[in-house]
């Protein structure tokens, strides 16, 4: 049994994807920063909410702004932190739907060097963030003998199987 | 390690890891349960010295050696009794007992049954892998009826105890079940239990691999496990299966399986896991018949036990005063017994008549055995149950045979750590890399600072990045791999803690190499693809 084949047998929405923070489009980078440390997620997603207040359910996704960007255009850029998040984001994502199947997302991350894509539903609806780790948690989950039964050190295993 | 108040310091997985070599055999699900308490009791932020985890006799009775907290390895079964004297004499402490099937079942039936019935404020932990481990493979009081194990070479003439239905009998206020083998869902159910103010049972699902491997294969495969497992929730609806098709319906008293294609979502029952009437029939749906039902099965509140004797004696002092042991001693009919010398010579007399009765007893029973012919042993029968049944992929042998340096490692960029963060994140970017190792002058690993670090502590926050030094921002101590590892090592502490890096070090702590996801997902994909 090959990873790729049961990878293509499970979709996206079945994987224990990541979560991710959201905010509007125009909100600056101060407090998308905020809300990301707040929320503790390393992916913000952007959206194109009018009104103030919680977010709608269908807000169009713009853009994209991860712990990435932060490193290459606003944590040694001076006065970066004011200026709205849409001038470092990457806009329009490229997404995948929740159907898709975990080999094609893991296809389309590999091959253009995603390491996050989000998951959205045909109405909009922003379900998660694929990236490797589904896989690993994945990996782990499915072989749970070999990999999550494991000692909490490595270099300290009982080598031989008689109990206790 | 310090052991000082960790009131204000947060504390990590490592705090709770003790320097005991493990003894379970390679592959226990004993393991994950393990890691998975690790990981929630930081969570959870108890500090570790108002932590107790008591045990009785067994292959998780081992648990207290591996968690760097108190602990009694206490006597067979026993383990709810110590804990309930614990939990009255120092009603701050959290409780952790830890119990099996056999310990807690049958060995130590009834004082299970006590504590829980005295809602003392215990978190009792039952793993349930439904053999007797330790003393290789007698069928326990969960085998299954028909069961072929070493003591019962024609099957199990016996039925189960269902420990969720035990739990329940001796009204049990908090009850809740989890598998060793989802990580997830167990930390969860293990902080839900902790929050309970009362006896919190818990029943795992767990794998012996060696006497029981194939008993929650259905339950532990990743692939269909959905489809055989109800996650309980309060207030929401009792919805399954991996595409969420799936409910569960009353039909009079008995539960029944539907398709959601041809039942209104108002027919499906809805989880309360404050009717203890419902706690019942979803603590009597045994897989395969019915879905495992997962999750807090009641969880209600009663008055705890150690409070209400604690305010009972108070009543007590108030009324009448503190009492004198001494006093109560001395109180009312009191003998005294005298020496006699006839006594003595009598009893001594007695003594040696009886020795003797007994050496005759042992001579005859030692002369019987000598001829008496061995049956029913059959050689080659035991030699086969020895044997683990092995059904392994290639995949899963190439999980425990690869070791992580077939991954190829980058070669680690590292800092040291009098670096500034200015210099360290234009390397990071310089080499467009997500982490850097930090070292100190002899070059030992001694942190890593990532771009989570970057985000979560430094941008936004640190105003002056050449100002500040790396070693007041990275994430010290990380854990480190050597490269002889299996890659499955290297999952697993990606799949438990979330590491997105790992660090190789060679014999002297020495950075080697650094692993990541991608590298990993990427190596298995490769070379499962060639295959
Ligand atoms: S005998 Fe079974 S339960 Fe005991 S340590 Fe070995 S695998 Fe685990």
Known sequence: MSLQTELKSERVSHLAVSGFSRVSVGTSIRNTLAQMQADGQVVCLVTDDKQVGPPSETAQLVGIFTERDVMRKVIDVPGMLDKPVDEVMTPHPITVGPDASAADALRLMDENHFRNLPIVDTSGR?????????????????????VLNRPSDPERFPHKAEGG | MSTGATNDVPLTRKDFISDQTVRWCPGCGDYAILAQMQRALPEIGVPKERTVFIS????????????????????????????TGLAIANPDLSIWVITGDGDGLSIGGNHLLHAIRRNVNLKIILFNNRIYGLTKGQYSPTSRTGAVTKSSPMGVMEQPLNPIAVAMAAEATF????????????????????????????????????????EWTELSDRKNRDDS????????????GKNQDKGIRLNGFTPEVVS?????LDDILVHDATSKPLASILGSMEFPDYPAA???????????????????????????????????YL??????????????CASARERRDGEAAISVRRLDASSQASVMPITGLDEEYIDDLDKPEEKISDFQDLLVTDTVSALEPNIPITMSEHSSLARTIRQMNRHNIGCVLVTDEEDRLVGIFTEWDALMRVVGVVDDLAQQTVADYMTPEPLALKADLPIAQALNLMSVHGFRHLPLVDDNNHPIGIISFRDVVGYLNDVLEKE
């Open chain 1, 126 to 146: 922003l379900l998660g963030n694929m990236t490797h780790q589904a896989i690993i948690q994945y990996l782990a989950d499915r072989y749970p003998v070999e």
């Open chain 2, 56 to 83: 009785g006799i067994g292959c998780s009775s081992r648990f207290p050696y591996y968690m760097n907290t108190y602990g009694i390895h206490s006597i067979h079964g026993r383990a709810p009794t110590l804990a």
């Open chain 2, 175 to 214: 009850v809740a079940r989890s598998i060793d083998s989802h990580p997830q869902h167990l930390a969860a159910t293990l902080k839900q239990a902790s929050d309970h103010l009362g006896t919190a049972f818990v029943e795992i699902y767990q794998n012996c691999v060696i006497f029981n491997p194939t």
């Open chain 2, 229 to 240: 497992i109800l996650y309980l929730e309060h207030g929401k609806h009792m919805i399954f």
């Open chain 2, 260 to 264: 959601l294609d041809d039942v209104d």
């Open chain 2, 294 to 328: 997962m999750g807090v099965i009641r969880d209600v509140r009663k008055p705890d036990y150690a409070a209400e004797l604690i305010s009972q004696v108070r009543t007590a002092q108030e009324e009448r005063g503190v009492g004198d042991l001494n006093q109560l």
């Open chain 2, 331 to 344: 109180a009312a009919d009191l003998w005294t017994v005298h020496t006699r010398k006839e006594v003595e």
